[in-house]
């Protein structure tokens, strides 16, 4: 069910601005994949462009291979709305649809798959609310606007939106980085549990949230201002916080940086 | 020196409050005035009136024994506005929608400010426009509708072909299609990327990210531009005034949108010569003060529902 994704030669554009050079990295399937650096070294321009979500962009552009489980995702024949249903994304700011429902907000993605029936519905909005640890919280006033919630159940809630598709894997950018400490450790729970079914890659700033979370660590940095991000090292989690190869990585993670 | 910075702060909060207080207690007391004119002016002549106000189509206004009624007005009215904004609001929502999300990217710009422009341009002048460009076009359809669904009596043929009432609310359709198109596409760009992105993650189309995303977030403002578009077209008088068969005296009513027929304003406009007494001057301000509450009704509605879905975009 879960996939590994495989970066290769990978170079992103913003028009004419290269703002991510020459990107290769494997994700392991039903692992934790976190990537952190410094502001503006491209993590989230490399997250978006593993489910085509780059594009979107004016302008964005990526060169190179992006593949799951062998197949390339930017092939002339793959629809980019097929790789997002597999692919499927939770952004930093908490974006549940405004005048959806709670219920709603969760079915969206399957109502867009053309499911209709009732109990289907009510069956996944379940297990997904479940599985992103809001059930409980909401199960009474699913009816209720999903924007009605505080910002760390608005989160859950779009997790639980990502989920309910049964995407292969599951892409999140700092989902943690407008929330309260407790927020941020029922979503760490959740992402320890989402792991055993789901490819996770997380982009986030907080040293302590990668280490906790992830199996494996992409340290991205820039080469100098104004210059491309580049990834410098990537690792098993202990040994890019223990004993990284770059000392970039080294200052880095010691909080040594710049 | 933090007294005094503080001090003025809020002088001058006091004295806006208190200006902003009396423009608005002043703007109430003009409406009340102008109400109250309006009434006082048309009970005398509706309590001499012998005929039934609401459902008469007669309009003898002078002499001892006045009979007026605005059973065709309102039915032009509202016939014609009704099918002017059928036919302008989903066309500028399409507009808008085009020019916020299907344009090429250096279109867009250029094109919103086109529509602005537009859209500041008195709209008699598309009236004019629609008037010469739209009788050939306006006349087949009317024409296969009436032949083929003569059996609704909206559809009745009638043997009218110049200002049917089906003809006028394409012209006003045109009149109104510009400030309709620019309102929704001001709501429509003003959608957050996020709502947009969340739906395109999710594996949405280009159309199913307009209808998760965009098209719910615009709806208010369509609404609002709607209900300002209807407010335009109820109120329109130029151009119907100089568009429209008028009904000869006595003639048999039909509900057929083929029919002519006067609306509120047109009657009040052609008849302007005829307000040389109180008695007369009143019954056209009876009439003029169904449109008002016919407007205030349209306007509150609208209200309602963007109210009712406050609640979910707050
Ligand atoms: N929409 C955009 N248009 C043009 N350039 C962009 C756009 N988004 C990002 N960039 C540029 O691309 C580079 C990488 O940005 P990105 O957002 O990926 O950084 P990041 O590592 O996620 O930073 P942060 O930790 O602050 O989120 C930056 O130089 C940024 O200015
Ligand atoms: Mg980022």
Redesign the pocket.
Known sequence: MAKGLDIKDVNIY?GA?K??EDVNLTINPRSVTAFI?P???????VLRTLNRMHEV?PGGRVEGTISLDGQDLYAADVDPVAVRRTVGMVFQRPNPFPTMTIFDNVVAGLRLNGIKDKTQLQEAAERSLQGANLWNEVKDRLNKPGAGLSGGQQQRLCIARAIAVEPKVLLMD?PCSALDPISTLAIEDLIEQLKADYTIVI?T?NMQQAARVSDRTAF?NLKATGQP?RLVEVGPTRTIFEQPVQEATEAYVSGRFG | MDDRGRSTGRRADRLFSFASQGAGVTVLVLVTLVCVFLVSQAIPALARNEASFLTSREWTVGGDAPRFGILELLWTTTAASVIAMLVAVPVGVCVALFITEYAPQWLRRPAGNLVDLLAAVPSIVYGLWGLIVFRPIVRPIEDWLSSRLSWLPIFEPTGITGGTIFFIGFVLAIMILPIVTAISREVFAQTPTTHKEGALALGATKWEMIHTAVLPFGKPGVISAAMLALGRALGETIAVTFIVSTLAVGSDWTWSLFNGGETFASRIANNAAEFDSPQKTGAFIAAGLVLFILTFVVNAIARVVIERRKAFTE
Request: proline share 0%.
């Open positions: 913003y601005f703002a991510v650096g502001s503006g070294c491209g993590k989230s321009t962009i700092e982009v700033h991205f991000g």
